[in-house]
């Protein structure tokens, strides 16, 4: 089993990320032969300020293995230290219908009403996409609702390939089904995701806020006036109240109806401190390990580098049989 999984590399990271994609990362490493990539050449599908990408790439580095990647078991690297996911996609925008991309819905909604201004990177992403995955051989991708759609056009890439050449350069990777993971919302919000690009900074916990500001945070978290129920089903049309259940549920690797059945009855007068003393217990040490490797850039691009020459090795041979395979003459 290979797993293939990337990240964007933005900054202020939060308990969103955390939960809802870290988290489960350090989990399937345990699992399965693990290539984790920082996705830098998607984030320049956007306008982007160089010296912040640069410095967002190092902090996801350091959050990641603050949060329990392991470098030794899985394989961390970003993108650009790693041409052949550049070179695998140009050879497959080449067998791509711009028909298939015309279907993907991200890129109306990323383009909104300028789609004549968007990038053509923006456009043909989903290609890049399959790239990063069949390059690896993978065998299984974890994949969110949002990116099912993309998942089935990286099959479909790779079956045409494959198809039109004859060949047999690609595995069609699976999507891995493992533990659901956690949707954190907006603490201001329980409709809205948790996200850095909310105006109100106590719409989230940010990995680098102290312990102070955790509980700051959570105590005035949106709420309602009702007790917790004994029964998830009546937790139903409560957002907010969902929410934080779902959060104290993910922090404490249990489920949504294990911490029901503990605070039933309770208001959140109670079950607000109770939940910032488990985030606090639970992100402290991480952040504090995320500030010391943070400070170490040597160390950081030492791990990429690693990660990189790792993947290159991995990489190569299906890149050298895609070349081959569309007849053209290389070495």
């Not at 410095?55 to 959050?63: I, S």
């Not at 948790?194 to 989230?204: G, H, N, Y």
């Not at 217990?281 to 990429?304: T, V």
């Amino acid at each position: 089993m290979r797993t293939v999984s990337g990240i964007q590399p933005t900054g202020n990271l939060h308990l969103g990320n955390y939960l809802g994609a870290i988290k489960n990362w350090v989990k399937l490493q345990k699992e399965s032969e693990c290539l984790f990539f920082l996705a830098d050449l998607h984030a320049i599908t956007v306008p982007n300020d160089p010296a912040e990408l640069s410095a967002n790439c190092r902090n996801m580095v350091a959050a990641l293995v603050a949060a329990g990647v392991d470098t030794q078991k899985s394989i961390l690297f970003n993108q650009a230290r790693v041409p052949q996911h550049a070179e695998l996609a140009w050879l497959l925008i080449c067998n791509t219908p711009m028909g298939w991309l015309d279907r993907m819905t991200q890129f109306k909604e990323k383009s909104g009403k300028h789609k004549q201004r968007s990038s053509l990177g923006l456009y043909g992403y989903p290609v890049l996409q399959a790239a990063d995955v069949l390059i690896y051989q993978a065998t299984h991708v974890p994949v969110g609702e949002d990116q099912k759609q993309h998942l089935e056009l990286a099959r479909d890439i790779a079956t045409k390939f494959n198809s039109d050449t004859g060949s047999e350069v690609f595995n069609l990777p699976e999507p891995y089904i493992g533990e659901t993971a956690a949707r954190i919302m907006s603490l201001r919000d329980g409709a809205a995701k948790m996200s850095k690009s909310d105006p109100s900074d106590l719409s989230r916990i940010n990995m680098t806020d102290d312990d102070d500001t955790i509980a700051k945070k959570i105590k005035k978290a949106r709420t309602d006036a009702e007790p917790l129920p004994g029964k998830l089903e009546d937790l139903e049309g409560r957002a907010e109240a969902t929410n934080l259940v779902g959060i104290y549920a993910a922090l404490e690797d249990s489920t949504p109806q294990a911490v029901l059945d503990q605070h039933a009855g309770q208001g959140f007068g109670a079950f607000k401190p109770a939940l910032a003393d488990l985030a606090v217990s639970k992100l402290s040490p991480i952040r504090d390990r995320y500030e010391e490797l943070r400070q170490d850039e040597s160390a950081i691009d030492e791990i990429l580098r690693d990660g990189a020459e790792r993947a290159q090795a991995l990489a190569q041979p299906t890149v050298d049989k895609a070349y081959a395979a569309l007849g053209l003459l290389r070495g």
